[in-house]
């Protein structure tokens, strides 16, 4: 594989919102040098960087609305970090991530442990073998039991569990943590500034128990070995085919535990993986470019009206002002100002790699999914929708403003900001959402962006699913039976707008010849 590729790694932080994902995205800024100012946990201070720092309702709310994207050196890596949103409402732009990552590092809790956000997202890993390293954050606060933890992370994440760390206790008793990767000691200090020393022990001799105290060294020895008995030896393999994930312990905020995370993840992480596409598989290190947008943020400067794709480069290199092939489209495009964002500035790029991730600046010809190629006709999988869960009628609130309305919708759907659903006994536009702030973000930007005003009317639905059957009878006799629960996607398909759970489960149970789906993959 070309060494230029070989040294990419491109991966996403995914967490609950609570579980400290900023401060650790932020020391592995501080350790690739792109913070000056060691352990500045400022309210969102590295948002400065991300491409969603341009919406009063996120400013006024305090949260990230959208994924950024870091990119920087270390020691001979190349790392792309693409920070999600933690706010399950924009769960949706999580997902859609995660299809442009090799692998991802799931920041976990110590006291709360796994939470509803974190189990959907792993699904997302799971239905791609994406590998996943865990790092249970805040050790210098009172957590669970390490044990009970790792037992709660097999069964709620549905895999297999290595820890690489143990920590010596938790809360004020926390002393730090055992590398057992490396076969070290790291001593734990309460500081924002420091990166803690590492301190080589055997810890079978006494000097285990000057450091930490006796009761302590015995402990830690009776878990140590318990967890050789009980976890098999890490296989980088296994870890590589999304089967097993090595659980690291740490304090983000205290700067403790993250090189060590850092330094694992460098050498064990995947460089760029095959992708498939629906003609075929491509490989990373193919000479010829591919690529994929996976995400759109549009009028970033409300001045200029710009949209930024975000494109990851599956194959190939890309190359400033190259003709490349628009395949949805079916013409050629130059780029003449490729962006790449580095922590905290972006920069026009001449090159990019297999694995990296670049903003292409964007008049309207992009659409998530969109490929670019040098020539061949490519549609990449892999970006599905997934099954909304809360749902309201868009009806114009100004008759004057139809046309500004309807563009500014079909923007914001290409854009995945939510789905777009027809209703085919009445033909009134359903918008399906993960959570309640997609709505009013929505209705913000249609006045803001499109100087066009919506209201909201309420829809009582539980669940959208897509439905398809080998048996054209039986779907023409459910369409017919369930017609005014019928609906179309932006695609054509056909969506049952279940009303209750209890409904869902009778169709499903009636006619066994359809297939309901989950997500807009199937």
Known sequence: MNAEIERRRTFAIIAHPDAGKTSLTEKLLLFGGQIQVAGAVKSNKIKKTATSDWMDIEKQRGISVTTSVMEFDYHDYKINILDTPGHQDFAEDTYRTLTAVDSVIIVVDGAKGVESQTRKLMEVCRMRNTPVIIFVNKMDREAKDPFDLLDELEEELVINVRPLTWPIESGPRFKGVYNIYEQKLNLFQPSKQVVTEKVEVDIHTEDLDNHIGTPLAEKLRSELELIDGVYPAFNVDDYLKGELAPVFFGSALNNFGVQELLDCFVEIAPSPRPVQAEERIVMPDEPKFTGFVFKITANIDPNHRSCVAFCKVCSGKFTRNTPYLHVRHNKTMRFSSPTQFMAQRKTTVDEAWAGDIIGLPDNGTFKIGDTLTEGEVLHFKGLPSFSPEMFKYIENADPMKTKQLNKGIDQLMDEGVAQLFVNQFNGRKIIGTVGQLQFEVIQYRLENEYNAKCRWE????????????????????????????????????????????????????????????FTSEF
């Open 458 to 517: 309420p829809v009582s639905l539980y669940k959208a699913c897509w439905i398809e059957s080998d048996d054209p009878e039986e779907l023409e006799a459910f369409k017919k039976r369930k017609y005014q629960y019928m609906a179309k996607d932006r695609d054509g398909r056909d969506v049952f707008l279940a009303d209750s759970g209890y409904v869902l489960q009778m169709a499903q149970m009636d006619f066994k010849h359809i297939k309901f789906h």
